[in-house]
């Protein structure tokens, strides 16, 4: 199994950016699809961006109403173990708790929490207007 660490979250204003780590430990990083979700409060959780597990296919929330592509950058290095989240252009409504998860090589493109086996704590970011 791995176990997943996420860090880099905090308060920040509306039209700033921070970056999200999830430092992976335990069985190859590598051999893990990963992705972010994330967590309003009285909300559900739900999915923002996916990467596969060479870093060579991406995919992005992209509801009308709450889409983060062009926003935000999934990306991973796999010699560090590390997922990353950047995150520009933030708005008050991406404030939530984001957490990371490893996800079956067989799940391709994963968005669905259920099609994730490992997640981490979660970072909390709070954007402010």
């Known amino acids: 199994q791995v176990q997943l660490v996420e860090s880099g979250g905090g308060l920040v204003q509306a039209g700033g950016s921070l970056r999200l780590s999830c430092a992976a430990s335990?069985?190859?990083?590598?051999?893990?699809?990963m992705g972010w979700f994330r967590q309003a409060p009285g909300k559900e959780r739900e999915f923002v961006a996916a990467?596969?597990?060479?870093?060579?296919?991406?995919?992005?929330?992209?509801d009308y109403a709450d889409s983060v592509k062009g926003r935000f950058t999934i990306s991973r290095d796999n010699a560090k173990n590390t997922l990353y989240l950047r995150m520009n252009s933030l708005k008050p409504e991406d404030t939530a708790i984001y957490y990371c998860?490893?996800?079956?090589?067989?799940?391709?493109?994963?968005?669905?929490?259920?099609?994730?086996?490992?997640w981490g704590q979660g970072t909390q970011v709070t954007v402010s207007s």
């Open positions: 998860a490893a996800a079956s090589l067989l799940r391709i493109g994963p968005t669905r929490e259920d099609e994730y086996d490992y």
């Open positions: 990467i596969s597990w060479n870093g060579g296919r991406t995919y992005y929330r992209t």
């Open positions: 335990g069985r190859s990083f590598s051999g893990y699809n």
